[in-house]
């Protein structure tokens, strides 16, 4: 059917038809044509860090070459703001956590300053995606707005803790729509919910293929042993990501097993307790020389796809998940994923046949043993992970789903 569509190679949106197939990138062209022109911007909190700027990085580029016009901008707040828009992430997780009011008012006069900052952009904006709570009392402060606002929520919202969710609630009600990653996520709001995953860029330095020699590169860099299997977990310096707990599984596995384990991880400008956490997993992996903590900067993106590339297992045993970027990395580059069984993971490690879900140290422990032993089924389980990134969690396909959902706004 698509014979006579020819994208060149070397063209911007011709690179991604080479991965994902010329009818995809027509498909989203035809979507894009009624939006030609369209002002859309997006707004987070950090340019660099975690899930979220992973995604607008790539987002914004691909909607500009499709003839939109796209923008991302970022809040900055005071420490005090980040102190609370982080307890704000720790209760919409479900942490029992109470905000004093002077949190509470940093919070809002940092978005009170923002928008002022914004006033220009946002005011002649037809569409505003805010991304996740941080910036979301932006609203409040375009009470004649023309655009279309968008709440969209990266994080793992099953269970928030009622009070935060109370204060918060409305702000968001404010919104036209909301976007949650899984529909478990979705909530009591007075507009429609949308439910659209996250991806990741095929093109980028992050996922793009690598010659062999530099994969080979970071055993010498990070002294690491080539000859040793290597499990390794990527993710923040974060609770939530259970770092202690991913320890605790290698330490049992490699009693019965030889194996080295490598955290890697960097700061987003926006998590003020990465520090606390970094220390915690130091102490924990003390003494251990097959362990490797590693604090890697925040452009560090060849090296973690080199990183997850020498792995022979990516692991990611999070307690708490909205979606997992990592997880999507890790199986693009065909490895098997041994994943928390928790929020997106679930959507994207199927137990026994992309990955493993796992619930404790010991589950992780068994199954990294067992998929140790079984190179087959490695190489198996990471050949259908591969497949199912391509399938259903390449950015081409995301794009898609908020094309489709402004073309029905627009309406
Ligand atoms: N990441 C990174 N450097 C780090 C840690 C993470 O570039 O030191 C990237 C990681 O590769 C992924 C994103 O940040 O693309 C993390 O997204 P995810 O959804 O896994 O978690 P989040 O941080 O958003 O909770």
């Known amino acids: 059917m698509c014979a006579s569509i020819h994208y060149r190679d070397d063209e911007f949106l011709g690179r991604y038809a080479a991965v994902t197939g010329a009818c995809v990138i027509q498909h989203l062209e035809q979507l894009a044509a009624s939006l030609k022109g369209a002002r859309v911007v997006h707004v987070n909190s950090t340019r660099e860090g975690g899930g979220v700027a992973e995604?607008?990085?790539?987002?914004?580029?691909?909607?500009?070459a499709l003839g939109i016009d796209a923008r991302w901008e970022v809040i900055e707040g005071t420490p005090a703001f980040y102190a609370c828009t982080k307890s704000f992430h720790n209760a919409l997780q479900g942490m029992d956590i109470?905000?004093?009011?002077?949190?509470?008012?940093?919070?809002e006069e940092t978005n009170a300053r923002c928008a002022e900052r914004l006033k220009p952009i946002l005011e002649q904006a037809d569409f505003v995606f805010i991304h996740d709570p941080q910036p979301a009392a932006l609203l409040k402060h375009f009470p004649e707005r023309r655009g279309q606002w968008i709440w969209r929520c990266h994080i793992d919202v099953r269970q928030p803790f009622r009070p935060v969710w109370k204060y918060?609630?409305?702000?968001?009600?404010?919104?036209?729509?909301?976007?949650?990653?899984?529909?478990?996520?979705?909530?009591?709001?007075p507009h429609p919910q949308?439910?659209?995953?996250?991806?990741?860029?095929?093109?980028?330095?992050?996922?793009?293929?690598?010659?062999?020699?530099?994969?080979?590169?970071?055993?010498?860099?990070?002294?690491?042993?080539p000859e040793r299997p290597m499990v390794l977990q990527v993710s923040r310096y974060d609770r939530f990501k259970d770092p202690v707990g991913v320890i605790r599984a290698c330490r049992m596995a490699a009693k019965l097993t030889p194996l080295q384990l490598v955290l890697a991880g960097g700061?987003?400008?926006?998590?003020?307790?990465?520090?606390?956490?970094?220390?915690?997993?130091?102490?924990?992996?003390?003494?251990?020389?097959?362990?490797?903590?590693l604090l890697l900067p925040a452009d560090a993106h060849r090296t973690i796809n080199a990183l997850q590339r020498a792995a022979d297992i990516v692991i990611q045993k999070s307690l708490r998940e909205g979606f997992g970027?990592?997880?999507?990395?890790?199986?693009?580059?065909?490895r098997p994923v041994i994943g928390g069984d928790t929020g997106g993971i679930r959507l994207q490690v199927f137990n026994h046949y992309t990955g493993?879900?796992?619930r404790t140290p010991e589950g992780a422990a068994l199954r990294i043993r067992?998929?140790?032993?079984?190179?087959?089924?490695?190489?198996?389980?990471?050949?259908?992970?591969?497949?199912?990134?391509l399938d259903n969690f390449l950015i081409t396909r995301h794009l898609r789903e908020y094309l489709t959902l402004l073309v029905s706004l627009q309406a």
């Open 356 to 358: 493993f879900l796992v």
């Open 370 to 389: 067992y998929l140790l032993h079984n190179g087959r089924l490695r190489r198996q389980m990471g050949e259908r992970a591969r497949r199912f990134v």
């Open 98 to 107: 109470r905000l004093s009011d002077k949190l509470l008012e940093a919070y």
């Open 55 to 64: 995604i607008l990085q790539k987002l914004i580029p691909l909607k500009k």
């Open 325 to 334: 970027l990592t997880v999507t990395e890790g199986m693009w580059k065909g």
């Open 267 to 293: 700061e987003a400008s926006d998590d003020p307790e990465g520090q606390a956490v970094l220390e915690e997993v130091r102490q924990q992996a003390e003494g251990h020389p097959d362990i490797h903590v």
């Open 168 to 189: 918060l609630r409305p702000f968001l009600s404010a919104y036209d729509a909301s976007i949650f990653s899984l529909p478990e996520f979705a909530q009591p709001l």
């Open 194 to 225: 949308y439910i659209i995953a996250p991806s990741i860029d095929p093109l980028s330095e992050k996922n793009r293929d690598l010659p062999d020699a530099e994969i080979e590169k970071v055993y010498d860099r990070f002294d690491l042993d």
